[in-house]
């Protein structure tokens, strides 16, 4: 199976706290996208790396949140201090071109 | 600032029958759309895109249309199956833009056996 894998799939935390998230996209694809999806919300973009480019990052909600690429391949997105608020399914999809995303599984993320 | 919107968040319909599901933008730069389904516990997944030179693009019960003018696209599904029950997310990007794509909230279908 090559898909766009996440781990953990599901993450408890306290508030205050430090996590990270990890996405391994599949292979080959340049671009890697965060979003987060919380409790009856649409997709909420985070962040997208594009090859060797600068990240986009307009996405990101405050500076507790950044986001690393190594080697072009897995990324990780960390949060900082969370908040009871970025309890929320943090969502990774990869691309290998301009359009058609594919997503992996989420990370369920709970903020006591 | 809403550029991808789905005003409906939620639809249902009678199995057999046609299921629309509809989306607006602002941005007149978006050039690139696709409609992403996603079952509960699952990541998105693609089902149809279509690029703005087109007003159509067809894939078997999957019909998407796209109104430039009015800046609106559609998904047709016909005829709708029991399995096509879940939330389906429209989204928009621009070549301008990069990869970056912006998604709409989602509507959320049920479809009644």
């Known amino acids: 199976g090559a898909g766009v894998s996440q781990s953990p799939s599901n993450k408890v935390t306290e508030k205050g706290k430090d996590v990270e998230l990890r996405c391994d996209p599949i292979s080959g694809h340049t671009a890697l996208y965060w979003y987060r999806q919380s409790l009856g919300q649409g997709l909420e973009f985070l962040i997208y790396?594009?090859?060797?480019?600068?990240?986009?990052k307009s996405g990101l909600p405050s500076d507790r949140f950044s986001a690393e690429r190594t080697g072009g391949s897995v990324s990780t997105l960390t949060i900082q201090r969370t908040q009871q608020e970025d309890s929320a399914v943090y969502l990774c999809?990869?691309?290998?071109?301009?359009?058609?995303?594919?997503f992996g599984p989420g990370t369920r993320l709970t903020v006591l | 600032d809403q550029q991808v919107k789905q005003n409906s968040p939620s639809l249902s319909v009678q199995e057999g029958r046609i299921s629309i599901l509809n989306c607006d933008y602002t941005?007149?730069?978006?050039?690139?759309f696709l409609w992403y389904k996603k079952y509960p516990a699952e990541g998105p997944t693609f089902l149809i895109s279509i690029s703005s030179i087109k007003d159509k693009n067809e894939d078997g019960r999957f019909t998407v249309f796209l109104n430039k003018s009015a800046k609106h696209l559609s998904l047709h599904i016909v005829p709708s199956q029991p399995g096509d029950s879940a939330v389906y997310f429209c989204?928009?990007?621009?070549?301008?833009?990069?990869?970056?794509?912006?998604f709409g909230a989602g509507t959320r279908l049920f479809v009644k056996a």
């Open positions: 941005n007149s730069m978006f050039d690139y």
């Open positions: 999809a990869s691309s290998p071109r301009l359009g058609t995303q594919y």
């Open positions: 790396f594009q090859g060797n480019s600068a990240p986009d």
């Open positions: 989204a928009a990007s621009a070549i301008t833009g990069g990869f970056k794509t912006i």
